[in-house]
């Protein structure tokens, strides 16, 4: 694999530490700025709310520039967001930071993705996309435990600083490896036209419903394993940890399987995340069963991602730029439905099994909007 997908891959550890890293910090930003754990949790739901809505503008925005420009002006932006981070002086200004680093994580990934694909033959593209994405979820196994220890040693603003750190050794990589190509043509008109195609919106779909499933249980997972297992406490980062190492390995098995057939590795990879759900809903009162339930549906998790993101791709043929950032989004908003519909069943006294039941049921609607993606894909495209 070229060496400018690993100089992807760092900018994506970044990306996906200043993302996550908020989870371990709640308390000590709580009460740093003197509010409550809710509204400092809200610096989450913020990050996912810049991620959806800054990605697709950011994209056109960027349109006549070369990717690889393009690329750099977004690693810029992420870490102007994370020193504004390190260095705010209230809550708002905090939320302000995390917000401009949303904007260029939604643009980053759809630009990255296109970049990746065009840096190898065309039967590679889905593991090339795979390996700039295991930047992101080494983030979940790495740089999440290792942020948080840090700002539990040195303080909240000293991991900011180290994702800092991180965001210029990733656009240094991108300046000095990523080759500079033309920029596209077409520009915005172009891009926009790519909507134009019911299988960009199928495949947008596909994204939404097939890895709400993920969500729907991840953000649950705590009460699952304290109040249904058992477990202590000190396990939930140990499971954790273990999950995001089954996200590492779907994620580059998922990249294998797409580069050999794209629908059918969605078929699988989302059927398989169903069943997953089922069992871990099933086995959740046993200990040593749930943990290997919860690090294969990692692996289910993340086997997703390079397929869902290549179909776009596929579908948005000539103009993927802006189909694939809104990708990036359709990700974020599955995340959101996810924890917003298991939550709902939570408040509804059904128990803390009923995350993962929800996850099923969700898992089974991505199955249905994939099947109706599949039966587009083969009709045959009009002449011109």
Excluded: C
Excluded at 226 to 233: D, E, K, L, R, S
Excluded at 251 to 278: E, F, K
Excluded at 328 to 353: C, E, K, R
């Amino acid at each position: 694999m070229p060496l400018a997908l690993f100089a992807l891959a760092i900018s994506a550890f970044g990306i996906g530490t200043t993302e996550f890293i908020i989870n371990g910090l709640l308390p000590d930003l709580a009460a740093d700025f003197g509010v409550t754990i809710p509204v400092a949790g809200l610096l989450v739901s913020g990050y996912a709310l810049g991620v959806a809505v800054g990605g697709p503008p950011l994209t056109l925005l960027g349109g006549r520039l070369p990717r690889k420009t393009m690329l750099l002006w977004l690693m810029a932006l992420f870490i102007a967001g994370n020193l504004l981070s390190a260095l705010a002086p209230s809550y708002g200004v905090l939320m302000a930071g995390r917000f401009l680093a949303a904007f260029a994580h939604g643009a980053y990934f759809g630009v990255g993705s296109v970049v990746a694909a065009d840096l190898v033959e065309p039967r590679r593209r889905a593991s090339a996309i795979a390996l700039m994405f295991t930047g992101l979820t080494l983030a979940n196994v790495l740089g999440v435990p290792l942020g948080t220890w840090i700002g539990q040693a040195f303080g909240w603003r000293a991991t900011f600083w180290v994702v800092v750190a991180i965001g210029v050794a990733g656009l240094l990589g991108v300046l000095a490896l990523v080759p500079r190509r033309p920029r596209p043509s077409g520009g915005l008109v172009r891009e926009l036209g790519a909507f134009r195609s019911g299988g960009v919106w199928l495949a947008l779909a596909m994204t939404v419903f097939g890895f709400a499933p993920v969500f729907a249980v991840i953000t649950f997972i705590a009460p699952i394993m304290t109040g249904v297992g058992h477990f202590p406490a000190g396990a939930v980062p140990v499971v954790m940890a273990l999950f995001g190492a089954g996200m590492v390995a779907g994620n580059l098995i998922g990249g294998r399987l797409a580069d050999r057939a794209v629908m059918p590795s969605i078929y699988g990879s989302v059927a398989l995340l169903t069943l997953l759900a089922v069992v871990v809903a099933l086995v959740s009162g046993e200990q040593v069963a749930f943990v290997v339930a919860i690090t294969l549906f990692g692996v289910a998790a993340f086997a997703t991602v390079p397929p869902l993101q290549t179909r776009v791709l596929d579908a948005a043929t000539g103009a993927p730029t802006l189909a694939s950032a809104a990708n990036i989004g359709a990700f974020n908003l599955g995340n959101a439905i996810g924890s917003f519909a298991a939550g709902l069943t939570i408040d509804a006294g059904l128990g803390y099994t009923a995350p993962a039941w929800t996850a099923a049921l969700l898992g089974l609607l991505g199955l249905a909007v994939a099947g109706a993606a599949g039966v587009q894909a083969r009709r045959p495209v009009p002449a011109a």
